[in-house]
């Protein structure tokens, strides 16, 4: 008994201890409960990804035009000739010809535009800026079997392969040159192009003017028995030297060859007792120097370094009239 009483006294003695030993020690922390993983949830709805990030291109500044491309696209720009409503024949845009100017044809893929030259004109060449999509051919109409004569006409034939393109056509002929500028549109194409030549219709009045000129009397209410034939013609020899002078006692009459219409015409001056030479006025009616004056003494000169001088002289004898050459 004595011995279990004294180990239960140890036990009871022994146990404050071991908590005031246990108190004395340094705590340590206690550690952190990991946390727990949190899934997220898909969103409802289309996923939308996050914008990206891009970085801008620097852009290359257009290279900037000579002064000689902007006079060119300028000059270019202001001999376009544009079609216009008021100068369509029917379906034909009648364009007024004049050089240099450039004609604008509207085209469109799969219709031929018909380009028709002068009556007459003979076609040398055509030349395009684009052979490879555009079909360029040329044909003739009227005329004889031979393919000739003034009712033939020359006619070029174009045709885009597609809407969008341009080029230029360049048409040599006999008589001229015609500068085209060929654009296609998607539907929109012109049927046939052709022109008026007003400079030919001027040289054709200045023509007829010359030919009823030419077959008018030089002058009216002459009398053979008034006019004076007594002049003298002297000097070099030249093509147009005068065949006969006279007058009818009011104005003096030159009579030059036939040829004079082919060459230069000579001026007329009068000259003086002392050789002074002065300009005089005249008009031409034909073949004729019709002078509203008489003279003793005129000089017909042409040429530069080498003077052809021609002297017509009064002499004061009347002759008989020659028959004129």
């Known amino acids: ?50 914008p990206k990030t891009v970085t801008p291109v620097p852009r290359r500044r257009p290279l ?9 696209r300028a000059a270019n720009h202001a001999a376009t000739l544009e079609p216009a409503t008021g100068s369509y024949l029917n379906a034909v845009q009648v364009f007024p010809y004049s050089d240099g100017v450039i004609y604008h044809v509207l085209t469109a893929p799969g219709q031929v535009t018909d380009i028709a030259l002068q009556p007459g004109e003979g076609l040398v060449a055509v030349a395009a800026g684009d052979t490879v999509r555009w079909v360029i051919g040329d044909t003739t109409s009227g005329g004889s079997s031979s393919g000739s004569g003034e009712t033939k006409r020359i ?3 174009v045709k885009p392969f597609t809407a969008g393109l341009a080029t230029n056509v360049i048409i040599t002929t006999d008589r001229r040159t015609y500068h085209l500028a060929l654009t296609s549109t998607a539907h929109t194409a012109m049927a046939a192009l052709s022109w008026t ?7 054709a009045l200045k023509a007829a003017a010359e030919a009823a000129r030419s077959v008018q ?5 002459l009398a053979v028995d008034q006019l004076h034939f007594g002049y003298a013609i002297s000097g070099d020899t030249p ?19 036939a040829s004079l219409a082919q060459s230069e015409a000579p001026p007329l001056f009068l000259v003086d007792a002392k050789g002074k030479a002065e300009l ?4 031409v009616q034909g073949r004729y120097y019709v002078v509203d004056r008489l003279f003793d003494a005129a000089e017909l000169r042409l040429g530069l370094k080498h003077h052809d001088v021609v002297r017509i002289s009064r002499t004061g004898e ?7 050459s």
């Open 1 to 50: 008994m004595k011995t279990a009483f004294l180990a239960v006294t140890a036990l009871a003695v022994a146990a404050p201890a071991a908590s005031q030993t246990t108190s004395n020690a340094p705590s340590r922390p206690a550690k952190a409960a990991a946390p727990s993983a949190v899934v997220a949830k898909p969103p409802s709805g289309p996923v939308v990804p996050p």
């Open 64 to 72: 900037s035009s000579s002064p000689a491309e902007r006079r060119v």
């Open 155 to 157: 006619h070029v034939l």
């Open 197 to 203: 030549y007003p400079q030919d219709a001027l040289i």
């Open 217 to 221: 009397p030089v002058a009216t209410g």
């Open 239 to 257: 093509a147009w030297r005068p065949l006969r002078a006279f007058d009818d006692g009011r104005q003096t009459f030159i009579e030059f060859p």
């Open 280 to 283: 005089v006025n005249y008009r």
């Open 318 to 324: 009347a002759t008989s009239p020659r028959r004129p």
